[in-house]
């Protein structure tokens, strides 16, 4: 048997012009074979030694059991396919893997055969053709349907994971992760692992892939435009890329990039064999189907978060216009409240009323501070905003936080290394601030960490639902570890009046967020809340970072101080007990006060005296005439003068677009504290001019 060739079995039927016959068959674009009844082979043209066994001598291919030649996975379909056709003599055809040089890479073949019959024996005779990449594309598309099924239902790091999955189970890999590029950092961010590699714990193995920076990638992988495979001890990739998994000796590594820079990172890995060009076309394939269903989700999430966006700045707005009604009918019986109040205090009442009169005035100012809470949140607020270094006015508002919140209170200051310039009003900015930290210190139920930090980011047109367009921006970060916020609450946490906690005190709850969010949308900048029950809450804004190398941070810096004045101020009010009570505290201060009642009033007594009038102060609204109108007429005698408007409404006034020609706004009602450091504010920048 040791000497026998496979013409020695050359079929009768075949023998009539051997030669011819011969020619055609080892000639035939495939593998053709015979074997016999028990399916040995017994003879094979050139194209299935040369491709399918390899160059092996005539005895050993000699009676070998066909069966030995296909993939285990698929041995039962071929042994039945081929029983079939020798019990009932039908031609079948049928697709299995077959073994290439006895493994372990293998071919999806295509396999027609038949029964024939040589001297009263039956063999089989059997063409089989590669389908490889067909089958290669059969699945590629049926991935692709799945990955389209999941995107609306599924998150992206599920789409990441199935995608791993799949290219673990097409490269008999054993394990499969992929990182993410952070958008505003070079480093490395985010992880997802194939359910393998998840089940098995494998994730903190890799954290050191944490500290893998864009520029490493960038040398060691992004240098090829295709997938890259290791089948052996690479010293750049395994020390620097992939130190923690030394049991991975191959691996395929694929980038995905954007623009020349990296965005991700595939890996599949720990193949029992070496890889080869097919298995990297394979992973690059799918990565590329799955990279592109994250874009989709991506850009569905983009899309719903901006109608979510929509919808809520539109239920804010109307929110709105109906609490700055609200707060405007308020502030009418406060201000009359707070203007008795003051008088009494002014000519020394009874020891017995002082107590009820403290009363009154605190619960007067606590209904002030709700009434700007609503003006702020309904952005009736005027705002006057100055370059500043937002790093530096938080080093210096820090101090003042923690004598605010208390001792049992930590703060941890994290500042943006590079600039941090934004155009923002210090008056609100400071309230906005102060909101935010009593908002986190209510979080907790006894002492606890504020956790303040800067950042710059720069936003693309693919991730503009961050902020309100693309562009450079800095973000103003607030978390604390506190009790958190369950997640049906946090579509209502800007709300007005809206609160997870239970009113104290008498305490107003529900606004110092709405208020925030007022403040934050009035400078056209952007807020989002993301928290956990039980892990805190973050609170991050995003404003337009200013890029002026040469700004000054002195607008922001200044302190509000008492100062003793010597301004000549005229006080137009035809409020009787509001002008007295202005003239009071004014006077005590060391300021010179001019009283009209009317227009016309201030206007004669602007004619009739010699000095320079520094200060008009004066309702918006008058009786004869418009606030603004009598400002223009006045600073015709005056022209160094300046205008200082009450108003119960912060909104945009006919004279707002003027306010750089030394215009202010007060809103009504005000304490003798809030009308002397805004005094501060006006004569301070106009010395320093």
């Keep these: 048997m040791i000497n026998q060739k496979r013409d020695d079995f050359f079929p009768e039927f075949l023998e009539g012009d051997k030669n011819f016959i011969t020619a055609i068959l080892e000639h035939i674009p495939g593998v053709l074979f015979l074997s016999d009844a028990v399916g040995r082979l017994v003879w094979w043209n050139t194209v299935h030694r040369d491709v399918i066994v390899g160059s092996k001598p005539d005895s050993e291919m000699l009676h070998r059991d066909v069966l030995e030649l296909f993939h285990l996975d698929d041995k039962v379909v071929a042994q039945e396919s081929m029983q079939r056709i020798l019990e009932q003599g039908i031609e079948l055809m049928f697709e299995a893997r077959v073994m290439l040089f006895d493994g372990p890479k293998c071919q999806w073949r295509m396999i027609s055969a038949k029964r024939i019959t040589s001297n009263g024996y039956p063999f089989i005779i059997a063409l089989s053709l590669d389908i490889s990449e067909r089958k290669r594309f059969e699945l590629l598309i049926a991935f692709r349907l799945r990955l389209l099924e999941m995107v609306e239902t599924h998150s992206v790091e599920e789409l990441l994971q199935a995608t791993l999955d799949e290219a673990e189970h097409q490269t008999e890999s054993s394990i499969g992760f992929c990182h993410f590029a952070a958008v505003d950092k070079g480093l490395l961010s985010h992880h997802v692992s194939s359910t393998r590699a998840k089940s098995l714990n494998i994730r903190h193995e890799y954290e050191s892939y944490l500290s893998i920076s864009e520029k490493t990638l960038s040398a060691a992988l992004l240098g090829e ?40 990172i595939f890996c599949v890995g720990g193949k029992s064999w070496e890889y080869d060009d097919d298995d990297a076309k394979i992973v690059s394939d799918l990565v590329a189907i799955g990279w592109n269903m994250v874009l989709l989700k991506r850009a569905q999430q983009l899309a719903q978060r901006r109608q979510e966006a929509l919808l809520t700045a539109q239920k804010m707005a ?45 619960a007067t100012e606590q209904s002030v501070e709700l009434t700007n809470q609503l003006f702020a949140f309904s952005r009736q607020q005027t705002v006057m905003p100055v370059l500043l270094e937002l790093n530096l006015v938080m080093e210096r508002s820090l101090p003042q936080l923690q ?37 986190s210190c209510d979080a907790f139920a006894g002492s606890g960490t504020i956790t303040i930090a800067t950042r710059r980011i720069t936003i693309d047109n693919a991730t503009a639902d961050v902020c309100n367009e693309a562009g450079d921006y800095v973000m103003l970060s607030v978390s604390d570890d506190g009790v958190g916020i369950e997640k049906k609450d946090l579509p209502h946490i800007f709300e007005p009046f809206f609160s997870t906690k239970k009113r104290e005190n008498g305490r107003q709850r529900g606004l110092g967020l709405a208020a925030v969010y007022g403040i934050v949308k009035q400078h056209d900048g952007s807020i989002t809340c993301q928290s956990e029950k039980g892990k805190g809450t973050t609170i991050t804004i995003a404003l337009r970072h200013v890029s002026d190398d040469a700004a000054t941070n002195e607008n922001a810096t200044r302190e509000l101080s008492r100062r003793v004045g010597n301004k000549r101020i005229l006080l137009v009010d035809d409020d009787k007990d509001l002008h007295t009570l202005l003239r009071l505290m004014l006077d005590e201060q060391g300021y010179t006060v001019l009283r009209a009642a009317t227009a016309a009033d ?7 005296t010699e000095e320079e009038i520094d200060l008009l102060l004066t309702n918006v609204v008058l009786p004869e005439i418009h606030g603004c109108d009598l400002s223009k007429t006045l600073q015709t005698r005056c022209p160094a ?49």
């Excluded at 200051?413 to 400071?430: A, G, K, L």
Aim: proline share 5%; charged share 20%; hydrophobic share 40%.
């Design 225 to 264: 435009e295709k997938a890259l495979f290791y089948n052996d001890a690479n010293p750049l990739i395994c020390n620097e890329l992939f130190d923690s998994c030394g049991e991975m000796e191959r691996r395929i590594v694929i980038p995905v990039k954007r623009d020349q820079s990296v965005v991700a």
């Design 318 to 362: 109307l929110v709105g216009q109906f609490g700055v009604g609200i707060a405007h009918h308020i502030n009418s019986t406060i201000d009359e409240i707070l203007s008795s109040v003051m008088t009494v205090f002014e000519r020394e009442p009874l020891p017995l009323l002082l107590k009820p009169l403290h009363s009154i005035l605190q």
């Design 403 to 439: 004598r605010l919140l208390g001792g049992h209170i930590t703060f941890e200051w994290h500042p943006e290394s590079c600039s941090t310039s934004v155009n923002v009003d210090p008056i609100q900015f400071d309230q906005l601030l102060k909101n935010l930290c009593l908002n």
């Design 602 to 608: 201030a206007l004669n007594m602007a004619n009739q």
């Design 641 to 689: 003068m300046k205008t200082l408007f009450m108003t119960e409404m912060m909104g945009n006034h006919p004279c707002h677009e003027e306010r750089e020609t030394g215009l202010f706004f007060l809103q009504k009602p005000f304490s003798t504290k809030k009308l002397l450091a805004v005094l501060t504010e006006i004569f301070g920048s106009s010395e320093s001019l």
